[in-house]
DNA sequence: CCAAAAGTGTTGACGGTACACCCATGC
DNA sequence: GCATGGGTGTACCGTCAACACTTTTGG
């Protein structure tokens, strides 16, 4: 029980959000660069030993928050990786968190030459088995949005509903019938109407509408979501 | 990267099988009694100290075998858990994996006073969190067994769609309309008829089935199930 | 008035549930 | 034959995708 632990822990966040390139919103991941060995120079994901005094979620919020100066909207712990090559240097078992942060306070992150944003569906060849973990993590939050209601946690407070509806579309790489999102969502009971509208297009002012925040983002069963530091 | 490591990491492992409880068969979890301090005395989960030369399937799959004699015919990862203050004797982090054993070995396994067979349903009060655990895993499994075909693995090599329709009923604890659960299971094309049947009952005998080994029990996106050693 | 997107109505295909009914065996 | 569970047929109902249609704004 209290003998000596040969192998390293470590927690990694796949961080999503939109960012606008040219005309349309790109889904995007920070990644880091690694300054030492191994894969030095590599682009990683962000992430650190795991701190005894904090839990694992916090620990992930906090890297996030260091790397990008933004707080998750949605954090969700996605798989522990505890390969035995995954490292070259010895054993490192990665407990690995994603996610989501709002559009809108994406551009304030910190980006120099050792943090940049890549589109999700275009990265490098990362360090680790960081691309395979990236994939799982995509592969989630897709299969998540489908049956879940966690896109809004890529927006900001408010949002008329086709900018909930383009969320869906560019994460699941497909066309939605606005008249059958829309009902779909009213269906959920999620959604709560603010009153206002957008005015300035050249049609008919879409309604804004607000989150119920009394309500659960997904349901992780008897899992309580994991609380997260503000 | 190479400091010491203050955290303790665990595997422990939450094991289904179907046994007999009179007439009926019961969804049954084998616990360990803890010889050690803290919680002496008290009922636990297999498991243990994480080893650096095996993965971390590897790990849960050796330890299930050294509790209870048996291999498992289904291992996933659940989750890892890692609260500052679920162990009082120091930060431990426990990565969980949920596994299924056949119900015809589930007999052969070890029990003695310290290792014995308890219902799903009726744990006595668990050390640290396990009780958390065993709930989050019995959640797992449910909604897995809804939209999955891994009710097999309870089972022997081959079955009866009866024998298969009575596993999922104890699982998910509700009737299942005989008619619907043959049309369901045949449209997923899992199943394979053997030709056999099973002469004895009081009525039309019915036909022996087997899996279609060739396909994957569950979809785990881009995560290969983690291989069990043999 | 026209263009454009917001928002509503309607229809038809599909999948699941409930349940009536026939089949094959032991006694 | 009759009881019993294996196995088939079918009708109903709710959900969802497709798409026609109306509404409200800016120009």
Not at 83 to 94: I, Q, Y
Not at 197 to 208: A, E, K, M, S
Request: glycine content about 6%; proline content about 8%.
């Amino acid at each position: 029980m209290s003998t000596r632990n040969a192998i390293e822990l470590a927690v990694s966040t796949v961080i999503f959000a939109l960012r606008p390139e040219g005309e349309e919103a790109v889904l995007s991941i920070p990644l880091v660069r690694r300054t030492r060995d191994p894969f030095a120079g590599r682009w990683a994901l962000p992430g650190g030993a795991a701190e005894p005094a904090e839990s694992l979620a916090e620990t992930a919020a906090r890297k996030l928050f260091e790397t990008t100066a933004l707080r998750p909207a949605y954090l969700e712990q996605l798989y522990a990786f505890g390969d035995p090559d995954r490292s070259p240097t010895g054993r490192v078992v990665s407990v690995v968190y994603w996610a989501l942060v709002r559009t809108e306070l994406a551009d304030e992150g910190v980006e120099d030459d050792n943090v940049r944003w890549f589109a999700a569906d275009d990265l490098p060849d990362l360090a680790f088995d960081h691309n395979l973990i990236v994939r799982y993590a995509l592969w989630r939050l897709r299969t998540k949005m489908e049956y879940s209601r966690i896109a809004h946690a890529l927006l900001g407070e408010t949002f008329t509903l086709a900018e909930l509806r383009r969320v869906h579309e560019i994460v699941l790489e497909k066309p939605l019938d606005p008249a059958n999102f829309r009902r779909h969502i009213e269906a959920s009971g999620v959604l709560v109407d603010t009153g206002e509208t957008v005015p300035g297009g050249r049609h008919r002012p879409p309604r804004l509408y607000r989150y119920d925040t009394t309500l659960q983002l997904a349901d992780n069963g008897p899992l309580t979501p994991p609380k997260e530091p503000q």
